[in-house]
C-alpha cells in the first residue's frame, strides 16, 4: 500500500497526456490492464491501486505547480 507498479504507469501516462504524446491512448490502456493485472493475481488490492493512482496525481500537480 501504495501500489508503485500502479504509481509509475500511471504518471507515465499523465506526462504523455500533458505533452500530448501519440503514447498516451496506449499508456492509460497499459495502465488498465496493470490495474486488472494486479488484483486478478492477488498482487495488490483495489484500494491499493487508488492509493497508487492518487500518488501519482498528487506528485503530478505538485511538479506542474513547482515548474
Request: glycine share 2%; with cysteine.
Amino acid at each position: 500500500m501504495p501500489s508503485i507498479h500502479m504509481a509509475v504507469t500511471f504518471a507515465m501516462y499523465l506526462w504523455a497526456r500533458d505533452h500530448e504524446h501519440r503514447l498516451a491512448p496506449w499508456l492509460l490502456a497499459y495502465t488498465i490492464i496493470m490495474g486488472f493485472s494486479l488484483v486478478y493475481l492477488a498482487e495488490h488490492y483495489f484500494l491499493d491501486l487508488l492509493v497508487g493512482i492518487a500518488c501519482a496525481w498528487l506528485c503530478h500537480l505538485a511538479s506542474k505547480r513547482l515548474v
